[in-house]
């Protein structure tokens, strides 16, 4: 009887053969996991900041970031082994929303209109004015949101032995 | 209005709905795929003209930024729906070796289960009457 | 107003004690009886003796004018002293009566909460007003009805009451409706001033007298107060006898005399209430049960109650005000007494009434007292307005409606000296054997007896004193129509009235006294079983829809969504005319060509039997639409649009792996050649809805407000971004929630299926 159980099963069952067994390579592996991955950690964060005056945002930003895990995940490498230390993705989802909620109603405490932005305008030396408007950390919980449902989804679709989700409690 | 747009939305409803009408789970995942984009082009065709980025600074006549808005996060959304069907797809065919939606066999149940267990008017009323 | 301060103080300290104090519920009722007390003292004080009627409006909905707006005109003041009296008293047999009952919470708490809305109907002085309250009354008699929640037979009787009223209440707010359009206001002295005609108004007028037919118990809708006795006795006694049902008898008197002229609602109103009183009184001639005897009395008395006060003369009216009153102070004794005599002797058979006489001699002869009351007896209550109702009727200038009702209530009169009599033979003949034991305490005895006590002796006492009962209390029954007019009196003379009721008595007695105790058949009535039918073949024919409709095919679902949705578009179109002169705008060769990929990419996804193949033309169709995106000015969308298409391979891909190569040959549900039809009625009528919506639309887009102001208030230049984390950041909130429910979702289905499918590779392998 084939079970589904082990990879060679599946391949033997018709079914394509892993991701990770296509494109795995010393020198990709190496070009992604050194230095695409924290490049493109970069632009996502540069993305999601100048979404206000410029194509980007949160959900791009956020995406970026996805695109990277996905990058990881076909290298072979398993994109949370290092993230999951430090934020476990379900924490980061709850984090993003916690931040997007409370840029929501921290205007009601000083007499505004929830979600009104505030605009702050700093003089750094060197660089000039900088305008910071508090709608961007909504923008960052956006961002923590998508980062933290991309890599939810992988993980879990991603992995034959569930790790990350095992048996924990989740919900 | 761009008639090439509205054509391609035509298709694109068509092609969604055909595969929403399947029974195989990834055929219904490749159908609320394809319902959606065509219903993002539709927003945005019917929605806005074609004109510049609605970025402040730009030269010229600015577009409609509404509908951009309203599709940008029907995008986002529309992936986690994907991902949730493939994830029903995924998991039907772990355990059942199949990725078809079989007919819910409760549905029809129901009716069986409510008439068996209900007493009749008379009856109860029978019983009403008895000391 | 401070009575309205009572009528809250009733609702929050029934909800207190229903929620908060199920412990202790004796202090909510001792809390219950102080605002009883409180309420007792406002009426009085704010409206006894004063020249003008104090009002009193409370804003809710002042942009729809939708106020609640009191009175508390003379009328008002009756009831709301009928209400509250009766509540004190009755509370108090209730201490007593539920003593180690753990109902005990919930009743108090629904009991005064009951109370709390009654008053708001008796005071309110619009329509509106009395269907927010009447409603309320509705759902307490409902949960009061159904207090025992273990009785099947109480909670499908509390079921028939709720139904039954609830109906009469849609359609008192059918008729809010259509007097607020047509005549422009539901305050009862507007109405009264204005004496509205009309079809419209006609329709209101039916619709007000089904209201009030349900909810005081009139033919065709008699049956469930009966029902209702299911309820504990001093529910039975102060909601379904002196008070609630009495709300459609203060509906009819609120509006009789804007409506009463009209020979329609005399009709009516005379020929309900004639039948319910001869049905009402035919069947407590033959009812074992002394509650279900005095359940079909009561029915038998508000049909008369309707016949006068509906009947739109002013005299028939102040009988009918004055009987209401007479109504509900012996009613009670009678209810609270058998609740004695059932306390006792745990029975409430007509035929072992008597055995307890010994034992409650002072409740036995409050019963008799209460009993002659009822059946018009002089020096009686009862009697004094009997005897108006009589010369109101024999005086009442309506011509053939007048000799109908006058028929029917001499009729329905004997009948009811005729059970009364009979109840009367049953308490006062020598008993088959004595009960021994006591069940009460002490204590609880006086309680229980003190009210029963009470109520015959104010229907003795206010018989005596008719004319100043009637100075005081029913005189000022008038401010509901300035003709009403009359006065009580204890002994009228001898005129043509008193030898009717000679006459009545004479054949009532002899009736009443030669009916057996023990009648042979009880149970459900007609109208139960009717209401029973209806009610079943209702559910009967939702479950044969619900097994037509729901066959539990996913596909048929989606194809009769998409079926009915393309028809409901196509109607449009049908009724709109297709659009003809639609401005198109030239594109450039460029987007035509990426359109035309697109859409040969869509048509592949549906016929390649690869999966993965599929997939991949998917993201074709996903990277093609970014870059039409781009062409028409979206750049964020088209970013947003990339990074997703490729995030959607890649999940493909993943779930895919575990999946044959090829699509299985998909099982015909229905032919092809059907759903492609579907498919492609879809694909037309859509795109030429969406133009014919944005062809006819007419408000300016909103777009230049935002583009406006995105830079100033908002910071922001990408006015896309603005308006997702700004202007309309609750949306992007509520959208992010979604991605965040979707995920956790994927987690979970895999988490599961992994469990299930160790356990199950587990399990093959042993």
């Given at each position: 009887?084939?079970?589904?159980?082990?990879?060679?099963?599946?391949?033997?069952?018709?079914?394509?053969?892993?991701?990770?067994?296509?494109?795995?390579?010393?020198?990709?592996?190496?070009?992604?996991?050194?230095?695409?991955?924290?490049?493109?950690?970069?632009?996502?964060?540069?993305?999601?900041?100048?979404g206000h005056n410029a194509p980007g945002g949160g959900f791009a930003?956020?995406?970026?970031?996805?695109?990277?895990?996905?990058?990881?995940?076909?290298?072979?490498?398993?994109?949370?082994?290092?993230?999951?230390?430090?934020?476990?993705?379900?924490?980061?989802?709850?984090?993003?929303?916690?931040?997007?909620?409370?840029?929501?109603?921290?205007?009601?405490?000083?007499?505004?209109?929830?979600l009104?932005s505030?605009?702050?305008?700093?003089?750094?030396?060197?660089?000039?004015?900088?305008?910071?408007?508090?709608s961007?950390?909504f923008d960052?919980?956006v961002?923590?949101?998508?980062?933290?449902?991309?890599?939810?989804?992988?993980?879990?679709?991603?992995?034959?032995?569930?790790?990350?989700?095992?048996?924990?409690?989740?919900? | 209005?761009?008639?090439?747009?509205?054509?391609?939305?035509?298709?694109?409803?068509?092609?969604?709905?055909?595969?929403?009408?399947?029974?195989?789970?990834?055929?219904?995942?490749?159908?609320?795929?394809?319902?959606?984009?065509?219903v993002n082009?539709l927003i945005v065709a019917a929605g806005s003209?074609?004109?510049?980025a609605p970025i402040i600074?730009?030269?010229?006549?600015l577009t409609d930024p509404l509908p951009q808005a309203l599709v940008l996060t029907a995008i986002v959304i529309g992936?986690?729906?994907?991902?949730?069907?493939?994830?029903?797809?995924?998991?039907?065919?772990?355990?059942?070796?199949?990725?078809?939606?079989?007919?819910?066999?409760?549905?029809?149940?129901?009716?069986?289960?409510?008439?068996?267990?209900?007493?009749?008017?008379?009856?109860?009323?029978?019983?009403?009457?008895?000391? | 107003?401070?009575?309205?301060?009572?009528?809250?103080?009733?609702?929050?300290?029934?909800?207190?004690?229903?929620?908060?104090?199920?412990?202790?519920?004796?202090?909510?009722?001792?809390?219950?009886?102080?605002?009883?007390?409180?309420?007792?003292?406002?009426?009085?004080?704010?409206?006894?003796?004063?020249?003008?009627?104090?009002?009193?409006?409370?804003?809710?909905?002042?942009?729809?004018?939708?106020?609640?707006?009191?009175?508390?005109?003379?009328?008002?003041?009756?009831?709301?002293?009928?209400?509250?009296?009766?509540?004190?008293?009755?509370?108090?047999?209730?201490?007593?009566?539920?003593?180690?009952?753990?109902?005990?919470?919930?009743?108090?708490?629904?009991?005064?909460?009951?109370?709390?809305?009654?008053?708001?109907?008796?005071?309110?002085?619009?329509?509106?007003?009395?269907?927010?309250?009447?409603?309320?009354?509705?759902?307490?008699?409902?949960?009061?009805?159904?207090?025992?929640?273990?009785?099947?037979?109480?909670?499908?009787?509390?079921?028939?009451?709720?139904?039954?009223?609830?109906?009469?209440?849609?359609?008192?707010?059918?008729?809010?409706?259509?007097?607020?359009?047509?005549?422009?206001?539901?305050?009862?002295?507007?109405?009264?001033?204005?004496?509205?005609?009309?079809?419209?108004?006609?329709?209101?007028?039916?619709?007000?007298?089904?209201?009030?037919?349900?909810?005081?118990?009139?033919?065709?809708?008699?049956?469930?107060?009966?029902?209702?006795?299911?309820?504990?006795?001093?529910?039975?006694?102060?909601?379904?006898?002196?008070?609630?049902?009495?709300?459609?008898?203060?509906?009819?008197?609120?509006?009789?005399?804007?409506?009463?002229?009209?020979?329609?609602?005399?009709?009516?109103?005379?020929?309900?209430?004639?039948?319910?009183?001869?049905?009402?009184?035919?069947?407590?001639?033959?009812?074992?049960?002394?509650?279900?005897?005095?359940?079909?009395?009561?029915?038998?008395?508000?049909?008369?109650?309707?016949?006068?006060?509906?009947?739109?003369?002013?005299?028939?009216?102040?009988?009918?005000?004055?009987?209401?009153?007479?109504?509900?102070?012996?009613?009670?004794?009678?209810?609270?007494?058998?609740?004695?005599?059932?306390?006792?002797?745990?029975?409430?058979?007509?035929?072992?009434?008597?055995?307890?006489?010994?034992?409650?001699?002072?409740?036995?002869?409050?019963?008799?007292?209460?009993?002659?009351?009822?059946?018009?007896?002089?020096?009686?209550?009862?009697?004094?307005?009997?005897?108006?109702?009589?010369?109101?009727?024999?005086?009442?200038?309506?011509?053939?409606?007048?000799?109908?009702?006058?028929?029917?209530?001499?009729?329905?009169?004997?009948?009811?000296?005729?059970?009364?009599?009979?109840?009367?033979?049953?308490?006062?003949?020598?008993?088959?054997?004595?009960?021994?034991?006591?069940?009460?305490?002490?204590?609880?005895?006086?309680?229980?007896?003190?009210?029963?006590?009470?109520?015959?002796?104010?229907?003795?006492?206010?018989?005596?004193?008719?004319?100043?009962?009637?100075?005081?209390?029913?005189?000022?029954?008038?401010?509901?129509?300035?003709?009403?007019?009359?006065?009580?009196?204890?002994?009228?003379?001898?005129?043509?009235?008193?030898?009717?009721?000679?006459?009545?008595?004479?054949?009532?007695?002899?009736?009443?006294?030669?009916?057996?105790?023990?009648?042979?058949?009880?149970?459900?009535?007609?109208?139960?079983?009717?209401?029973?039918?209806?009610?079943?073949?209702?559910?009967?024919?939702?479950?044969?829809?619900?097994?037509?409709?729901?066959?539990?095919?996913?596909?048929?679902?989606?194809?009769?969504?998409?079926?009915?949705?393309?028809?409901?578009?196509?109607?449009?179109?049908?009724?709109?005319?297709?659009?003809?002169?639609?401005?198109?705008?030239?594109?450039?060769?460029?987007?035509?060509?990426?359109?035309?990929?697109?859409?040969?990419?869509?048509?592949?996804?549906?016929?390649?039997?690869?999966?993965?193949?599929?997939?991949?033309?998917?993201?074709?169709?996903?990277?093609?639409?970014?870059?039409?995106f781009?062409?028409r000015g979206a750049p964020d969308l088209a970013l947003t649009q990339?990074?997703?298409?490729?995030?959607?391979?890649?999940?493909?891909?993943?779930?895919?792996?575990?999946?044959?190569?090829?699509?299985?040959?998909?099982?015909?549900?229905?032919?092809?050649?059907?759903?492609?039809?579907?498919?492609?009625?879809?694909?037309?009528?859509?795109?030429?809805?969406?133009?014919?919506?944005?062809?006819?639309?007419?408000?300016?887009s909103v777009a230049a407000d935002y583009l406006?102001r995105s830079?100033?208030?908002a910071?922001g230049a990408n006015v896309v971004n603005v308006i997702l984390v700004d202007f309309r950041g609750f949306d992007t909130m509520g959208e992010i929630?979604?991605?965040?429910?979707?995920?956790?979702?994927?987690?979970?289905?895999?988490?599961?299926?992994?469990?299930?499918?160790?356990?199950?590779?587990?399990?093959?392998?042993?």
């Amino acid at each position: 009887m084939t079970s589904p159980e082990h990879p060679k099963d599946v391949s033997n069952s018709g079914g394509a053969r892993n991701p990770s067994d296509i494109v795995r390579s010393a020198i990709f592996d190496e070009l992604v996991d050194r230095w695409l991955s924290k490049v493109a950690v970069l632009v996502a964060i540069y993305v999601t900041f100048r979404g206000h005056n410029a194509p980007g945002g949160g959900f791009a930003g956020g995406l970026i970031v996805g695109g990277v895990f996905v990058l990881q995940y076909l290298t072979g490498r398993e994109p949370h082994v290092r993230f999951r230390t430090i934020l476990h993705p379900t924490r980061l989802l709850g984090f993003g929303l916690l931040l997007a909620l409370g840029t929501t109603v921290t205007p009601l405490f000083v007499g505004a209109t929830p979600l009104e932005s505030h605009i702050w305008k700093l003089d750094v030396p060197l660089i000039g004015e900088v305008k910071i408007v508090s709608s961007m950390f909504f923008d960052l919980g956006v961002f923590f949101v998508v980062v933290a449902v991309v890599l939810m989804i992988l993980l879990s679709l991603g992995t034959r032995q569930s790790t990350v989700f095992g048996d924990e409690d989740i919900a | 209005m761009s008639f090439s747009l509205l054509i391609l939305t035509g298709v694109l409803f068509a092609a969604g709905s055909y595969l929403l009408m399947e029974r195989s789970l990834t055929r219904i995942a490749l159908g609320v795929g394809v319902l959606g984009n065509g219903v993002n082009v539709l927003i945005v065709a019917a929605g806005s003209s074609p004109a510049e980025a609605p970025i402040i600074g730009r030269v010229g006549e600015l577009t409609d930024p509404l509908p951009q808005a309203l599709v940008l996060t029907a995008i986002v959304i529309g992936f986690a729906l994907l991902s949730f069907v493939l994830a029903l797809a995924w998991r039907n065919w772990t355990i059942t070796e199949n990725d078809e939606v079989e007919d819910d066999v409760e549905d029809r149940l129901i009716t069986r289960r409510d008439s068996s267990s209900a007493k009749s008017t008379d009856e109860r009323h029978r019983e009403d009457v008895s000391p | 107003m401070a009575l309205l301060v009572a009528v809250l103080g009733l609702f929050l300290v029934g909800v207190a004690t229903a929620v908060g104090l199920r412990r202790r519920p004796l202090v909510g009722a001792f809390a219950g009886l102080a605002v009883f007390l409180a309420g007792v003292a406002a009426t009085v004080v704010e409206g006894v003796g004063v020249d003008e009627a104090p009002t009193a409006t409370v804003k809710w909905l002042s942009a729809l004018g939708l106020d609640l707006h009191f009175s508390l005109d003379g009328f008002g003041v009756l009831m709301s002293l009928i209400v509250l009296v009766l509540g004190f008293a009755v509370l108090t047999y209730a201490i007593a009566y539920f003593e180690h009952d753990e109902t005990f919470a919930r009743f108090v708490g629904v009991f005064l909460a009951f109370a709390g809305s009654m008053t708001g109907v008796v005071i309110a002085s619009d329509l509106f007003t009395m269907f927010v309250f009447w409603e309320l009354t509705s759902i307490c008699s409902f949960l009061l009805i159904g207090l025992n929640d273990k009785s099947e037979s109480a909670r499908q009787a509390a079921v028939r009451a709720l139904l039954t009223t609830g109906a009469g209440g849609l359609c008192l707010l059918g008729a809010v409706a259509l007097l607020q359009v047509d005549v422009g206001t539901t305050r009862f002295t507007d109405l009264v001033a204005l004496q509205p005609t009309g079809t419209l108004v006609d329709a209101a007028i039916v619709l007000i007298l089904l209201g009030a037919f349900t909810k005081s118990a009139q033919f065709p809708f008699h049956f469930w107060l009966p029902g209702a006795m299911a309820a504990p006795t001093p529910v039975s006694a102060y909601l379904h006898s002196a008070t609630m049902v009495k709300a459609g008898i203060v509906l009819l008197a609120r509006t009789s005399p804007a409506f009463g002229e009209s020979a329609f609602w005399q009709w009516w109103v005379v020929i309900a209430g004639c039948v319910t009183m001869l049905i009402g009184g035919w069947r407590a001639l033959r009812q074992n049960d002394a509650k279900l005897l005095l359940a079909h009395s009561t029915v038998s008395q508000l049909g008369l109650l309707t016949v006068l006060v509906g009947i739109g003369s002013p005299l028939a009216l102040y009988a009918g005000v004055a009987h209401l009153l007479a109504h509900a102070v012996f009613k009670v004794g009678l209810f609270l007494g058998v609740g004695v005599v059932d306390h006792e002797l745990e029975t409430r058979e007509v035929s072992r009434l008597a055995e307890a006489r010994t034992r409650l001699p002072l409740v036995t002869a409050s019963l008799v007292v209460a009993t002659l009351s009822m059946a018009g007896i002089i020096p009686f209550f009862g009697f004094v307005t009997k005897e108006k109702a009589l010369v109101a009727l024999l005086e009442a200038d309506l011509g053939n409606v007048a000799t109908i009702a006058l028929v029917g209530v001499v009729a329905g009169s004997v009948l009811s000296v005729a059970y009364s009599a009979r109840l009367l033979r049953a308490l006062v003949r020598r008993p088959l054997k004595v009960a021994a034991e006591h069940h009460t305490s002490r204590v609880g005895a006086i309680l229980l007896a003190r009210p029963v006590v009470e109520a015959a002796g104010f229907s003795l006492a206010f018989g005596l004193f008719a004319s100043f009962v009637g100075k005081v209390l029913v005189a000022p029954a008038l401010s509901l129509d300035a003709d009403a007019k009359g006065k009580l009196v204890l002994w009228p003379g001898i005129d043509d009235a008193l030898l009717i009721s000679a006459v009545v008595i004479i054949v009532g007695s002899f009736i009443g006294w030669r009916a057996p105790l023990t009648a042979t058949r009880t149970g459900g009535t007609r109208g139960e079983r009717t209401f029973d039918r209806i009610y079943d073949s209702t559910l009967g024919f939702a479950k044969r829809i619900t097994a037509a409709t729901q066959t539990g095919s996913l596909p048929m679902y989606v194809a009769v969504t998409a079926v009915v949705a393309t028809a409901a578009m196509l109607s449009g179109l049908l009724l709109d005319g297709f659009p003809s002169a639609a401005s198109f705008v030239d594109d450039s060769p460029m987007t035509v060509l990426v359109a035309l990929l697109v859409a040969v990419f869509a048509v592949a996804t549906v016929v390649v039997p690869l999966r993965f193949t599929a997939a991949l033309l998917l993201g074709g169709v996903g990277y093609g639409i970014a870059v039409l995106f781009v062409m028409r000015g979206a750049p964020d969308l088209a970013l947003t649009q990339l990074l997703v298409e490729t995030l959607t391979i890649v999940i493909f891909l993943l779930a895919l792996r575990v999946m044959p190569r090829r699509f299985a040959p998909a099982s015909q549900w229905v032919p092809k050649w059907a759903r492609a039809a579907v498919a492609a009625a879809i694909g037309v009528v859509v795109p030429c809805f969406a133009l014919l919506v944005r062809e006819s639309r007419e408000a300016p887009s909103v777009a230049a407000d935002y583009l406006t102001r995105s830079v100033d208030e908002a910071g922001g230049a990408n006015v896309v971004n603005v308006i997702l984390v700004d202007f309309r950041g609750f949306d992007t909130m509520g959208e992010i929630t979604v991605l965040a429910i979707a995920a956790l979702g994927v987690v979970n289905l895999v988490r599961v299926a992994e469990r299930q499918r160790r356990a199950k590779s587990a399990g093959s392998a042993k």
